[in-house]
């Protein structure tokens, strides 16, 4: 059973920086998607980063390309989300999930059945 716990929001100004982790206990040794999603209030469940287990592969939302950067310490089972040069259109509950497949449709929240409890992440002006 997949568990996932993250951590690491807060509060920040507009070009500020915040890391998120997701720590992520029963993700074993088959290829697994791990993606970063956020919600807004009124707004949908967007797909902000995903990456795809053994291979590596990185995938990213237009709207945070060169400045946010996902990650994962195999040693600690554990994803990360670096996100740099924060905007107050960032503000959003941030969400980990996962599946056990690849990629392939990373950036829909209907791709994936398991999921963290969120953290909220404020960017003020």
């Known amino acids: 059973q997949v568990q996932l716990v993250e951590s690491g929001g807060g509060s920040v100004q507009a070009g500020g920086s915040l890391r998120l982790s997701c720590a992520a206990s029963g993700v074993t040794y088959s290829t697994y998607c791990l993606g970063w999603f956020r919600q807004a209030p009124g707004k949908e469940r967007e797909g902000v980063a995903a990456l795809r287990t053994w291979i590596g592969s990185t995938y990213y939302a237009d709207s945070v390309k060169g400045r946010f950067t996902v990650s994962r310490d195999n040693a600690k089972n554990t994803l990360y989300l670096q996100m740099n040069s924060l905007k107050p259109e960032d503000t959003a509950m941030y969400y980990c999930?996962?599946?056990?497949?690849?990629?392939?449709?990373?950036?829909?929240?209907?791709?994936?059945?398991?999921w963290g409890q969120g953290t909220q992440v404020t960017v003020s002006s």
């Open positions: 999930a996962a599946v056990r497949a690849g990629c392939a449709s990373w950036n829909r929240p209907a791709t994936f059945n398991y």
